[in-house]
């Protein structure tokens, strides 16, 4: 196990940040600590960084207890959210930093920045300053930054939050290969599901300071444990007590047994999907999400009458 | 568009009369007499000694405000000590208080029946009308400028910074030397300039404590005092004031550059 | 379970103990001293002593010339803040650099400067030496730059969009300057009026050539509370000077309290 927390609380004043939270991250993995804010997500991640410290419970790094340790003695690297570049130096003395202060030989640590530049695509721009580069070329210098010193563990903590979209998406993929090259054990924040179904081998769901489910993508999105965790990781409708995903209502234009009526009050094209918002006719509002094709066989149109039924729903007692 | 000239003239008008003119006009009356007139009022030996004096005052308490000055703001802003608004508010001190409320304090702090003054005595340790005693007034009314301009940039720039050094390995002191010092530089300059220009134009609190005996405990102020109610010195006053001026000019110019540094990097606090 | 300490940057034990212990022996323990001379023997001590007509007059000579100071200041240095900031001139950068020359001067040096125009042998035969009127100037004088230096900063960060909005909903410059420039303005324009406040009832250097020791007509508080040490009535002297020391702390109190009442909407 790399990572280990036990039973780890945090309180700030009277806020309750984190509430008896427990996991374990495997060696080498790609994990994330998904929810909404305030989760206390980002506490879980400064914690195990020693940037915070937990008022109780334990945190184990590569099996050794590291819950008094400094953060300089944990051999965690860390990516902030608003990359907290080193100002007045050069994105170079930037990744060196990590090195310079552990008084690598010159040569060494030459190599090694070149490398990690070359790797996250920055080569050549080692003689800028951090105000010149863009928000994603920033937020790549902070994570050479981070890999120089050989971290046994990488943490990042929204890392593409301050981007925008385009150059999340591909700053998503990048990390994958990056990742997948070099094989630290990554745990990530973040609030977009979307990123963590994509990314981890593991998410971990986070709800005011408690721990929801720690399960891979699709078991989270396919079984959730409670409604919290549906409605939080993919799209859902709530239909009297059941839940249900869009793409699990079916649409038909003939009734059939266990059909509802409804009727279509818009249609939204999205591309590969299309959005169907339709009304119950006991008033309840839902909707279907079907690929293009689909949506073009039906030959549907706002207005018209048709019957749904729901192919998989899932219930939460309690 | 008149509204616009009458504020701007009426302004400017208020600036002339009340500062540029008063100013100005030394620097005539200081050199009216012909330069050399000028040279042998500055250099005759008690002005010399003041001017040597005020400069051996300023030489200790500006590095000592300055050390306190970024000390002081790293504990106002990042170490949560119960207290600390406290300190804040007397640190702002100096800067409210009458220079004769300062004098009459350390006077009465170091009188040889005061609380300090009873056992430095015994110890034959002089500190009013001595070189300490000028030195600790000259401290305490300089000592606000540093720590203020530190503490507003210390709260813009934040942790982060050197969260981020910690998790890379370095130490405490590391992290100040490499991170925070480099941050609150040109703050730190520019609360230099001003320390300074303070200790360099101290008057009321030296005036209480220091005698101003000329050519012994006589600063450069009390010497434009000292000269110029002696009434055939008038030239003295104006020459040794000429050289303050100087003196606060290039403190003006140096202020328009440093400042130009703290504002390009957006630290510049109200 | 060991607890570890935040991470100690900077040691904060230190360098905490280091500033309390410099200002403590700098600062506080002076004025403490100061207070003790001062309500020695209690008040009733303080009202024979210390409260004598000479004292009182100087006091009130004190609070009316630094509020006349606050209202001439409330407006020129309002009018001189919004030149700098809004207007265009020739040479603006050098008069911004000249505000803050009565901080750089030396105290005496500006009321010799003041005493040699304005005094007996005045270049413009304005005769102002001695009176009321020379004290005035030199207070104004070393008050110049508080209420500019507090008003400018808000000026310049003030968002004209707001103004403009204001125009396009018909309001004429008057009104936009009153209803929305003006509010903004207010909690920096009485800050600044603050410090002009403690420090014209403060300042000793800039007055005292000019004032030339003249009991009941020109003598400010710091003036008696100098003339009092040298006769050596200490006591009188501290009396007043506590005085003095109340009306500061007040005044930086009410300066801290505006501050927050001005950024109660940031929290």
Avoid at chain 1, 81 to 110: C, S
Avoid at chain 1, 250 to 264: D, M, Y
Avoid at chain 1, 287 to 300: C, D, K, P
Avoid at chain 3, 13 to 32: D, E, H, K
Wanted: hydrophobic share 50%; net charge neutral.
């Amino acid at each position: 196990m790399a990572i280990e927390a036990h039973n780890v609380t945090k309180r700030f004043g009277d806020f309750v940040a984190l509430d008896d939270v427990s996991i374990n991250v495997e060696s080498g993995s790609l994990t994330a600590l998904l929810g909404p804010s305030g989760s206390g997500k980002s506490t879980l991640l400064r914690v195990i960084a020693g940037l915070e410290v937990a008022d109780s419970g334990d945190v184990f790094i590569s099996g050794k207890e590291a819950t008094a340790l400094a953060p300089q003695k944990r051999g965690v690297g860390f990516v902030f959210q608003h990359y907290a570049p080193f100002k007045h130096m050069t994105v170079w003395e930037n990744v060196a930093f990590g090195l310079k202060i552990r008084r690598r030989p010159k040569d060494e640590v030459g190599k090694r920045v070149e490398e990690l530049l070359e790797l996250v695509q920055l080569g050549g721009l080692g003689g800028r300053y951090p105000a010149q580069l863009s928000g994603g070329q920033r937020q790549r210098m902070a994570l050479a930054r981070a890999l120089a010193p050989e971290p046994e563990v990488l943490l990042l903590d929204e890392p593409f939050g301050a981007l925008d979209a385009r150059v999340r998406v591909e700053l998503r993929q990048w990390l994958l290969r990056l990742h997948d090259e070099m094989h630290v054990t990554t745990i990530f924040v973040t609030h977009d599901q979307e990123e963590a179904l994509e990314l981890s081998d593991s998410i971990v769901v986070m709800n005011k300071g408690r721990v929801e489910q720690i399960a891979p993508p699709g078991q989270l999105y396919d079984e959730p444990a409670n409604e919290f965790v549906m409605s939080f990781v993919g799209p859902v409708n709530k239909l009297d007590d059941a839940w249900v995903r869009p793409h699990d209502i079916e649409l038909r234009h003939e009734p059939n047994g266990s059909t509802r009526e409804a009727q279509i009050e818009r249609i939204v094209r999205l591309g590969f999907e299309t959005r169907i918002e339709l009304v119950r006719d006991d008033g309840e509002r839902l909707y279907a999400q079907l690929t293009r094709n689909e949506a073009e066989e039906l030959e549907l149109e706002r207005g018209d009458i048709v019957y749904v039924r729901t192919r998989k729903e899932k219930t939460f007692s309690g | 568009m008149t509204a616009r000239r009458l504020v701007r003239y009426g302004s400017l008008g208020y600036l002339a009369l009340i500062l540029i003119a008063p100013v100005g006009l030394i620097f005539w009356r200081a050199f009216e007499h012909g330069f050399g007139t000028f040279w042998t009022a500055i250099s005759n030996p008690d002005a010399m000694h003041a001017l040597k004096l005020t400069l051996e005052v300023a030489v200790v308490a500006v590095p000592l405000n300055s050390i306190f000055g970024v000390l002081c703001g790293l504990a106002i802003v990042r170490h949560r000590i119960p207290g600390m608004g406290i300190v804040n508010a007397v640190v702002d001190l100096p800067m409210a208080l009458s220079p004769v409320v300062v004098g009459l304090a350390l006077y009465l702090l170091y009188a040889n029946n005061g609380w300090f003054g009873t056992w430095l005595n015994e110890h034959g340790v002089r500190v009013l009308f001595a070189y300490p005693g000028i030195l600790l007034a000259t401290i305490f009314v300089s000592l606000p400028f540093v720590v203020r301009e530190v503490v507003p940039v210390l709260r813009e720039i934040g942790t982060e910074q050197e969260d981020a050094a910690a998790t890379l390995g370095a130490n405490a002191f590391t992290i100040f030397r490499r991170i925070t010092l480099p941050a609150i530089q040109w703050a730190v300059v520019y609360g230099v300039v001003l320390t300074m220009a303070r200790a360099l134009g101290e008057f009321g609190a030296v005036a209480i404590v220091s005698g101003g005996l000329a050519g012994r405990t006589q600063t450069m102020t009390q010497y434009v005092q000292a000269a110029y109610e002696n009434g055939a010195n008038e030239t003295g006053a104006y020459a040794a004031s000429v050289v303050l001026a100087a003196i606060a000019i290039l403190t003006l110019a140096l202020m328009t550059v440093f400042g130009q540094r703290e504002d390009s990097l957006g630290h510049r606090g109200a | 379970m060991p607890r570890a300490r935040r991470r100690a940057l900077g040691a904060p034990t230190l360098s905490s103990g280091v500033a309390l212990g410099y200002l403590s022996v700098v600062v506080l323990i002076p004025l403490a001293a100061l207070v003790a001379k001062g309500t020695q023997g209690g008040w009733h001590h303080f009202w024979q002593v210390a409260w004598n007509p000479e004292a009182q007059a100087a006091l009130k000579l004190t609070l009316g010339l630094a509020l006349a100071v606050v209202g001439i200041n409330a407006v020129t240095g309002t009018a001189l803040a919004w030149t700098l900031v809004r207007d265009n001139f020739v040479g603006k950068r050098f008069v911004n650099a000249l505000i803050d020359l009565p901080f750089a001067l030396p105290t005496i040096v500006a009321g010799l400067t003041l005493l040699a125009l304005y005094g007996p042998k005045s270049a413009v035969h304005v005769y102002a030496a001695y009176t009321r009127w020379g004290v005035l100037m030199a207070l104004l004088f070393v008050t110049l730059p508080f209420v500019v230096r507090t008003v400018q900063p808000v000026l310049i960060e003030l968002d004209r969009e707001m103004e403009e909005a204001a125009a396009s909903l018909g309001a004429n410059r008057f009104t936009i300057f009153r209803r929305i420039v003006f509010p903004h303005l207010l909690p920096a324009l009485l800050s600044g009026l603050a410090l002009a406040f403690a420090r014209a009832i403060g300042e000793f250097g800039a007055v005292i050539l000019i004032a030339g020791n003249l009991p009941f007509k020109t003598e400010v508080a710091p003036l008696y509370v100098f003339q009092r040490l040298e006769s050596g009535d200490t006591e009188g002297a501290a009396g007043l000077a506590v005085l003095l020391l109340v009306i500061s702390l007040a005044v930086l109190l009410g300066i801290g309290g505006l501050r927050r009442y001005a950024t109660r909407h940031d929290r």
